[in-house]
């Protein structure tokens, strides 16, 4: 395992140096272009190293909060969903960490999960309430695997870092290339300068657009080139710590027939999702600029390990379902070993009507919100806001009258502003 953790560092260590190149070259193309010649590249460089160590602290120190304040992810309590805690607990234990995960929910119907943090022992689990409606405890025990795996093979950082520096090289390109296209250049520098001069300079900011435009190209490619390796060795990882791979496999194939769009998902958080959140239905994305391996294959290489959990017995799979000998996992990690399979710890799955998991999820989104349930001697559940100020409420059904408990309402109500801060 520490050979696996080793090398993950060594490829987050390149990332990261690639990554602060095409920042900082940039930075010097288009001090050149704005400013002109050396003096003003000079001055692009500097800037955009400022940048460059104001952004590594920033990812370091804040990186994972900012992650999950602009995925809507809100940390939660036992009471909200205590199956979710109670598997984190397992999986943390599997996994040998010190420190168990914080847990958020992200109050939408895709179902999705990441993981984010400095290491392990600051780190946290996103799940989406689509995927706590949707999935059933083996399932569910899966993908919090999955997300445990990229905890202890240190991808969380790496992806913290790769994803702000992404979003870096993407906002400084964008910001350059619409302040030449509004801003028409520097028509009236050319004028003043020798033709020699000018034809130069144009040449510079030619150079400028052209790498603006491909820098944040290349670094989605390499970014998700890395993720997709990542995913793989998540995969693996995970079905060491459950013993049971048709448990990822099923979550996975719920997962992919999802419709149902990720609204806070975006190009930077895209590669943290434990599938890619931005695919529409009837629009596959290539290999190349996709942010995860195919999801059927990963599915087919779950499945096909049906001689035990190791990381040995999943290069084999990979092997057998890729068709080729490229190897996922350092050689040192590629030993015999013998992890038994286990059956599955869930009743035979029942078929849950439409209307019911919808209901479900409503049910959890509310829970998330801190809305206070209340039930009625008729059976109907009543939902109560958390800002509720009277002292009474009537059932829609029956038309009872019932006591508001405000004090619970507004310990609620505490609890949503200390999460928030």
């Known amino acids: 395992m520490w050979e696996l953790i080793q090398a993950n560092r060594r ?21 050149a272009a704005l400013f002109g010649g050396e003096n003003g590249a000079m001055l692009g460089l500097f800037l955009a190293t400022i940048l460059w160590f104001i952004l590594t602290l920033i990812s370091y120190f804040s990186g994972s909060s900012i992650i999950l304040s602009i995925s809507n992810a809100k940390e939660v309590t036992k009471d909200v969903h205590p199956q979710l805690f109670n598997i984190v607990e397992e999986m943390t234990i599997a996994a040998g960490l010190s420190k168990m995960p914080k847990i958020y929910i992200i109050n939408e119907a895709a179902p999705n999960a990441f993981a984010t943090g400095r290491n392990p022992d600051n780190s946290a689990v996103a799940v989406t309430a689509g995927l706590l409606a949707r999935l059933n405890r083996d399932e569910l025990q899966g993908v919090i695997a999955h997300e445990m795996a990229h905890v202890v093979n ?21 910001v350059f290339i619409r302040g030449m296209w509004f801003g028409g250049g520097s028509s009236s520098r050319y004028k003043s300068k020798s033709s020699d001069g000018g034809q130069g300079q144009m040449i510079v900011m030619i150079v400028a657009i052209v790498f603006a435009i491909l820098a944040p190209i290349l670094a989605q490619l390499l ?6 390796k990542r995913e793989y060795l998540a995969d693996a990882s995970g079905v060491r710590f459950t013993r049971y791979p048709e448990g990822l496999a099923s979550a996975l194939e719920k997962i992919s027939s999802n419709t149902v769009e990720l609204k806070s998902a975006n190009k930077v958080t895209a590669g943290m999702y434990i599938a890619n959140p931005l695919k529409k239905k009837g629009h596959k994305l290539s290999d190349l600029t996709s942010t995860h391996p195919p999801i059927s294959e990963r599915i087919r290489i779950l499945r096909s390990m049906s001689k035990g959990a190791s990381y040995l017995d999943y290069q084999q799979a990979f092997a057998a379902v890729k068709g080729k000998k490229e190897s996922i996992i350092p050689t040192s990690e590629l ?5 038994t399979l286990r059956s599955t710890t869930d009743q035979p799955a029942q078929e849950v009507s439409k209307k019911k998991t919808q209901r479900d999820l409503g049910d959890l989104m509310m829970k998330v919100n801190n809305y206070l349930f ?17 002292s009474k409420v009537n059932c829609p059904r029956c038309g009872r ?14 609890m949503i502003a200390s999460t928030n801060k």
């Open 154 to 174: 240190r991808d969380v950082l790496f992806m913290t870092f790769a994803g702000v520096m992404l979003g870096s090289i993407v906002i400084i390109s964008e």
């Open 335 to 339: 030993k015999e070993e013998k992890i």
């Open 223 to 228: 970014y998700f080139a890395i993720s997709r």
């Open 11 to 31: 490829k987050s260590l390149l990332l990261f140096i690639l990554m602060g190149i095409a920042l900082l070259l940039i930075g010097s193309f288009a001090g």
């Open 401 to 414: 009258s019932h006591d508001v408990p405000l004090e619970e309402l507004a310990a609620l109500s505490g």
């Open 374 to 390: 209340l039930t009625c001697v008729c059976g109907l559940k009543m939902k109560i806001p958390p800002d509720y100020k009277k």
